[in-house]
């Protein structure tokens, strides 16, 4: 299956600890986008990075949220000191170009974080 | 990007075409116009997306009005495995690559 990987499906937390996402992107995307679903609620944009750059990050929260994509290996979203609202279900996309020929984004099947 | 609307809910019988609309009257000439799906706890799934012109895959067909202001996605043959929250959407390309999801319109397929 060459679609978007994501892990851990299940996360659980405690409040105050780290949570680590991580997505592989299709074959051949070097776009990756994170999004989040709150429960009950709709999917909001976070996070648009290139490989190395973060190019639109409107999304994120002002504190305790990061996300990365090196150069090699998988993107990584991460939450520090988590709160009971950061349970949600974080999904990641990836698209082969943001231009030209309106390139879709192809989505994973999301992590689901729940905090104690 | 433009806004959407579509309608709340509908249904349709197993086997049936599923048409569902997308209003996107304030679309500009560089939108396309994008259709998801997500079924319960999954990731949304791509469809089907257009800028002018009809598209057709195996997956649906997408029609699109001559002025563009609102465009139809079709599901030649309902399954029950098709009921889901479908999403249009409609996105400026370039360096704002985002998506925009609304609350879309919960199909579902009875037998």
């Known amino acids: 299956n060459a679609g978007v990987m994501q892990n851990p499906r299940h996360l659980v937390r405690r409040r105050g600890q780290e949570a680590r996402l991580r997505c592989s992107p299709m074959?051949?995307?070097?776009?990756v986008y994170w999004y989040r679903q709150l429960p009950e609620e709709g999917l909001k944009f976070m996070v648009y990075l290139q490989k190395e750059n973060i190019i639109d990050e409107s999304g994120m929260p002002k504190e305790r949220f990061s996300a990365e994509f090196p150069k090699e290996g998988p993107s990584i979203l991460r939450i520090q000191q988590v709160v009971r609202g950061d349970s949600a279900a974080y999904f990641c996309?990836?698209?082969?170009?943001?231009?030209?020929?309106?390139?879709?984004?192809?989505f994973g099947d999301g992590t689901r974080l729940s905090i104690l | 990007d433009a806004k959407t609307t579509q309608p709340t809910s509908m249904d349709c019988a197993e086997g049936r075409a599923a048409n569902l609309p997308c209003n996107h009257s304030?679309?500009?000439?560089?939108?396309?116009v994008y259709w998801y799906r997500q079924i319960h706890s999954q990731g949304p799934q791509y469809i089907i997306h257009g800028l002018k012109n009809n598209e057709t895959n195996e997956m649906a067909s997408l029609i699109i009005t001559e002025d563009r202001k609102s465009s139809t996605l079709i599901l030649p043959h309902a399954t029950l495995r098709d009921t889901a929250v479908y999403y249009c959407i409609v996105r400026l390309t370039g360096a704002n690559s985002k998506l925009t999801f609304g609350k879309g319109i919960t199909l579902s397929v009875r037998p």
């Open positions: 304030t679309i500009s000439g560089n939108e396309y």
């Open positions: 996309a990836s698209s082969q170009s943001a231009t030209g020929d309106g390139q879709p984004q192809h």
């Open positions: 074959k051949g995307h070097s776009h």
